[in-house]
């Protein structure tokens, strides 16, 4: 007896109550809750824009810098900067709900990445709508005289979701799809000639 093959509806994962979502859901809440709780940590403990907590001596420590701009302090000294990152944020979490929808059913992969990207969206957006600034707090820096000293913007954990889930879908884009497609196409001759062998002995 032959299975029957699944649905339209199933493949894109229309049931919004699946796996998917809770997947979805349970890791963009956790993005949101330990970005919040260490920037309220910062916020409580270390003076802004004077306090430093070395973590490894010449390379990684705490601050307290409040950033009007996007992910990195980019664009942190223009005033428009943050009232452009608020519709901005709203249009890219509708798209990455969208995209969410038409995500199988049983996914893990693909959920994992667009929640990271989602929740670290969104705990930067908290920071915009109720303080009108991102609490920054982690800085790599590498104090090397030679090179005259080398440090990276200062970010929060928010950041560090966004940037891993945004690496993973592209790496997942270049390098996963075209699997996909090469081994999709790999198997269509096989299945063309199957179905053309009844006819031949006709």
Do not use: C
Not at 83 to 97: C, K, N, R
Not at 101 to 111: H, S, T
Not at 152 to 169: M, Q, R
Not at 176 to 193: H, I, L, N
């Amino acid at each position: 007896m032959s299975e029957s093959a699944p649905s339209t509806e199933e493949k894109a994962g229309s049931n919004w109550f699946s796996r998917k979502t809770a997947l979805f859901l349970g890791v963009a809440a956790l993005w949101i809750v330990v970005d919040q709780v260490s920037k309220k940590w910062i916020r409580d403990n270390l003076v802004l824009g004077r306090d430093r907590v070395p973590v490894i001596d010449g390379f990684f420590e705490l601050v307290h810098v409040e950033n009007t701009g996007a992910a990195f302090g980019m664009l942190s000294d223009q005033w428009w900067a943050m009232w452009l990152f608020i519709p901005f944020t709203i249009l890219a979490a509708l798209v990455l709900l969208s995209m969410l929808r038409d995500v199988p059913a049983n996914a893990i992969f693909e959920p994992l990445v667009l929640a990271s990207i989602f929740g670290g969206a969104t705990g930067n957006f908290v920071d915009r709508v109720l303080a009108q600034g991102v609490t920054d707090f982690l800085r790599v820096y590498l104090d090397a005289p030679a090179f005259g000293g080398i440090e990276w913007p200062s970010f929060n954990v928010a950041d560090i979701g966004i940037v891993i889930g945004v690496t993973l879908f592209i790496a997942h884009e270049l390098f996963g799809s075209s699997g996909s497609r090469a081994g999709d196409s790999a198997g269509s001759p096989t299945e063309s000639s199957t179905q053309t062998e009844p006819s031949q002995e006709a």
